[in-house]
């Protein structure tokens, strides 16, 4: 007996159901006060291999690669922006960043200059 092949969901039903699985596993893991990606991950177990209910190859097709691409450049993204605000908290006030401590490192190595010149 040959099993026919499903023709998967398509892809817009497809990142629906992504959709609906990643805000209600954002939600869960709020209301258990735990970290999401936690839960995110149970729930891409359960929807991907687990169940077959998507496979992202077959549901997906030629747009699997652009949409893995730029989940990617979203995610470096906003991991340089919230390490660049990191940065920018931790610096402290007044001290006016690199261009001070270049000036400061600027008129050290003038004054060694000039001294180091009588010898």
Request: glycine share 14%; with cysteine; charged share 15%.
């Given at each position: 007996?040959?099993?026919?092949?499903?023709?998967?969901l398509g892809p817009v039903l497809?990142?629906?159901l992504v959709g609906v699985c990643?805000?209600?596993?954002?939600?869960?893991?709020?209301?258990?006060?735990?970290?999401?990606?936690?839960?995110?991950?149970?729930?891409?177990?359960?929807?991907?291999?687990?169940?077959?209910?998507?496979?992202?190859?077959?549901?997906?097709?030629?747009?699997?690669?652009?949409?893995?691409?730029?989940?990617?450049?979203?995610?470096?993204?906003?991991?340089?922006?919230?390490?660049?605000s990191t940065v920018w908290a931790?610096?402290?006030?007044?001290?006016?960043?690199?261009?001070?401590?270049?000036?400061?490192?600027?008129?050290?190595?003038?004054?060694?200059?000039?001294?180091?010149?009588?010898?």
């Amino acid at each position: 007996m040959a099993v026919a092949e499903s023709a998967g969901l398509g892809p817009v039903l497809a990142f629906a159901l992504v959709g609906v699985c990643g805000v209600g596993a954002q939600w869960l893991a709020w209301r258990m006060r735990l970290p999401a990606i936690v839960i995110m991950l149970v729930a891409g177990l359960i929807a991907g291999p687990a169940t077959g209910l998507l496979n992202p190859s077959r549901d997906f097709g030629e747009l699997l690669s652009p949409l893995i691409a730029l989940a990617v450049a979203v995610i470096l993204f906003e991991g340089g922006s919230r390490w660049i605000s990191t940065v920018w908290a931790m610096r402290k006030p007044g001290s006016g960043g690199l261009s001070s401590s270049a000036r400061r490192l600027a008129g050290f190595s003038r004054h060694s200059r000039s001294s180091g010149a009588r010898g």
